[in-house]
């Protein structure tokens, strides 16, 4: 970019930041709030790099997933993380799959039908646990309490196929799946200590 459009940024962004001290009530510091809040998603970008999927799995190219009728809700992955995993899922053609936070059983459904000969293994918390975890959790709290933990596969053609675990995922004794695992799902709560425990148990669960 030119030096003609640095000048002409920095003068934007002197004029608007004085604007906001000027005139506090009509302006309500609105470009001070923007500023703050780019600076926070700046500090918070992904510190890795970024790929497009088909750069990752070539072989997913023109690939068809068969996704049916697809309920979206909060807390679900959404159709293109679904397709995603399927077709993942289905190139890999594991055998043994293990689903680190079930939910309602969406994804733990499409893992199911992508791997016809898997055994899916998902975990998620029991009522008890789940009511410990309320602040951190509501919307799993929620779910486990009104009983739907699974119910997306629930009745399913798949359904023999997947076993459901119950526990706190970071104090889960996953010692009898250890390196037995051909594919790991983590998809349990997404705050950083949590996702920390849960990545450190599937590099222990992956064969």
Same mark, same amino acid.
């Given at each position: 970019?030119?030096?003609?459009?640095?000048?002409?940024? !920095?003068?934007?962004?002197?004029?608007?930041?004085?604007?906001?001290?000027?005139?506090?009530?009509?302006?309500?510091?609105?470009? #001070?709030?923007?500023?703050?809040?780019?600076?926070?998603?700046?500090?918070?970008?992904?510190?890795?790099?970024?790929?497009?999927?088909?750069?990752?799995?070539?072989?997913?190219?023109?690939? #068809? /997933?068969?996704?049916?009728?697809?309920?979206? &809700? &909060?807390?679900?992955?959404?159709?293109?993380?679904?397709?995603?995993?399927?077709? /993942?899922?289905?190139?890999?053609?594991?055998?043994?799959?293990?689903?680190?936070?079930?939910?309602?059983?969406?994804?733990?459904?499409?893992?199911?039908?992508?791997?016809?000969?898997?055994?899916?293994?998902?975990?998620?918390?029991?009522?008890?646990?789940?009511?410990?975890?309320? !602040?951190?959790?509501?919307?799993?709290?929620?779910?486990?309490?009104?009983?739907?933990?699974?119910?997306?596969?629930?009745?399913?053609?798949?359904?023999?196929?997947?076993?459901?675990?119950?526990?706190?995922? &970071? #104090?889960?004794?996953?010692?009898?799946?250890?390196?037995?695992?051909?594919?790991?799902?983590?998809?349990?709560?997404?705050?950083?200590?949590?996702?920390?425990?849960? !990545?450190?148990?599937?590099?222990?669960?992956?064969?």
């Amino acid at each position: 970019m030119s030096l003609r459009y640095w000048l002409g940024a !920095s003068k934007s962004l002197v004029a608007n930041i004085c604007l906001d001290l000027v005139n506090p009530k009509s302006r309500q510091f609105l470009f #001070t709030h923007v500023l703050l809040r780019s600076g926070l998603a700046f500090e918070q970008r992904p510190k890795v790099p970024s790929l497009h999927f088909l750069d990752i799995f070539p072989s997913a190219e023109q690939l #068809t /997933i068969p996704l049916g009728n697809i309920c979206y &809700r &909060r807390s679900n992955a959404n159709p293109y993380e679904l397709y995603c995993l399927s077709a /993942i899922t289905l190139l890999a053609a594991p055998r043994h799959v293990f689903e680190i936070g079930t939910f309602d059983g969406a994804t733990t459904l499409r893992l199911a039908e992508a791997a016809l000969e898997a055994e899916v293994l998902t975990l998620d918390l029991p009522p008890e646990r789940s009511a410990s975890h309320m !602040s951190e959790l509501f919307d799993e709290h929620e779910n486990v309490m009104n009983g739907g933990v699974g119910r997306c596969y629930r009745n399913t053609p798949v359904e023999p196929r997947i076993k459901q675990l119950f526990g706190d995922s &970071r #104090t889960f004794d996953y010692s009898p799946y250890q390196g037995s695992c051909d594919l790991i799902f983590v998809d349990a709560c997404h705050e950083y200590a949590f996702v920390k425990s849960d !990545s450190k148990a599937a590099l222990k669960l992956i064969r």
